[in-house]
């Protein structure tokens, strides 16, 4: 049972797009009509695309495409007309680009050889599109950046064994992040917890700090007056300077099996965490401390009594409220879907037994897939759950889905589904 559920875990954090950052100080906009990343444009797992479905169609939201993908745990990015995502095709793990509006292919490059895990098999991290580079991490760690527009290779390392680090029990699962000229994944190498490549050169910029990779993916977040770069290995949260990759702060929040596997969130300059087997969640604000911070406690929420247990989903910010899968036990079967008060921590409602799955927002509502294969609209409110409407749509699944321009795209072991969720 800890097998099926920990594989369920890897699909949290594991993905990545490119947050197009003109600087590390001063990130450019990015477009709002895209989802070129892990958890969106500002991977946070909101869109702020508006127009779309106000109420569910008789027969749920209109199929525009479906495809044969493969096995694999990798989200899917959208930009500039493409969908990309990692797969496990004729024993290889395989990039693949396919037309955002039609689902043909557009090319497919072969990036590393399978990847067998007993927590589930194929590439774990979702892509990062920046301009027209595509960067991937594989599940045995080769970090590669490839061209969008044909998919050739321009670099690739294989930055667990070049740096002397293990790979992680249920795979490598950090979803780059871009940041400028740089590309940051955690590592978990000696004195290379998380590091950062040019991602022309493809050459290492920076390295630092220590501690084994956990599954969670980086964010740059804007904490305490200053960008940060916030990262989790499998015992502590770091904060770390985007330029030079030098700590400002870190807070230990050990897990059991290294599972900090959600990505950390900013609210209100200050930043909020969560894990499950059994852990739960803290919010931490930031004090200036010299050129670094301390991290100081807010409120935490931890143990069997917690309010709100991220296994390896991403809570959802939206207007002082977090939303998001509490699981209950060690990777018990139990799952809510529950509302949290985010400056306070005080819960304000749940639905019980959801069951585990996925989520993101927009335009006032959440879309959540469930590992049965649902796809469900949630009324984005803290007033109480009012589901909109539930139709299935794929087999079992862990992704979140991805928006963009009033397409919602999904993904399994088997098969990419578009479907239009805008009102006509």
Not at 31 to 43: H, I, K, N, Y
Not at 198 to 203: E, F, I, L, V
Not at 338 to 351: D, H, L
Request: charged residues 15%; neutral net charge.
């Amino acid at each position: 049972m800890r097998g099926l559920l920990i594989a369920s875990l890897l699909i949290c954090g594991f993905s990545l797009a490119a947050c197009r950052a003109g600087n590390a100080q001063e990130p450019k906009a990015k477009s709002t009509a895209e989802w070129p990343q892990f958890l969106g444009p500002q991977r946070n797992g909101i869109s702020t695309e508006t127009g779309l479905l106000k109420a569910w169609p008789t027969d749920g939201p209109k199929e525009v495409w479906r495809v044969a993908g493969g096995p694999g745990m990798s989200g899917l990015a959208i930009s500039q007309g493409h969908v990309v995502t990692l797969i496990h095709r004729e024993g290889k793990q395989t990039v693949i680009a396919l037309d955002a509006l039609t689902g043909k292919s557009k090319w497919s490059t072969v990036v590393a050889p399978e990847y067998h895990n007993g927590m589930g098999n194929g590439p774990r991290a979702t892509p990062a599109i920046a301009g027209n580079q595509v960067f991937i991490f594989t599940g045995e760690g080769i970090l590669a950046a490839l061209n969008l527009s044909d998919g050739k290779p321009a670099w690739s390392h294989n930055i667990v064994k070049d740096l002397e680090g293990e790979i992680a029990e249920y795979g490598m699962a950090s979803s780059p992040l871009v940041v400028g000229q740089q590309v940051i994944v955690t590592a978990g190498a000696p004195n290379a917890a998380v590091v950062a490549y040019d991602t022309k050169t493809g050459k290492l910029a920076w390295k630092t700090e220590d501690g084994a990779a956990g599954y969670s993916s980086p964010a740059l977040l804007e904490l305490g007056g200053r960008q940060q770069i916030v990262a989790s290995t499998g015992a502590t949260i770091l904060g770390l300077a985007p330029e030079t990759g030098s700590l400002l702060w870190q807070y230990p929040f050990e897990t059991n099996y290294n599972c900090n596997i959600a990505t950390p969130l900013a609210v209100k300059g200050q930043v909020f965490i969560s894990a499950g087997e059994n852990h739960g969640s803290v919010l931490l604000a930031l004090k200036p401390k010299g050129e670094q911070f301390d991290a100081k406690e807010v409120w935490s929420s931890l143990g069997t009594k917690s309010v709100l247990r991220n296994e390896w989903q991403t809570s959802i910010l939206h207007d002082g409220h977090l939303y998001g899968f509490d699981n209950v036990g060690a990777a018990g079967p139990v799952t809510h879907l529950t509302c949290i008060n985010a400056e306070t921590g005080a819960r304000v409602w749940q639905k019980l037994r959801f069951g585990k799955g996925n989520l993101i927002a927009a335009d006032g509502k959440i879309f959540a897939t469930t590992m049965n294969g649902e796809l469900v609209m949630i009324k984005l409110t803290p007033a109480a759950y009012e589901e909109l409407g539930r139709s299935t749509i794929l087999g079992t699944t862990r992704q979140a889905p991805a928006l963009a321009n009033g397409m919602l795209y999904l993904r399994d072991d088997k098969e990419i589904v578009c479907l239009n969720v805008r009102q006509e």
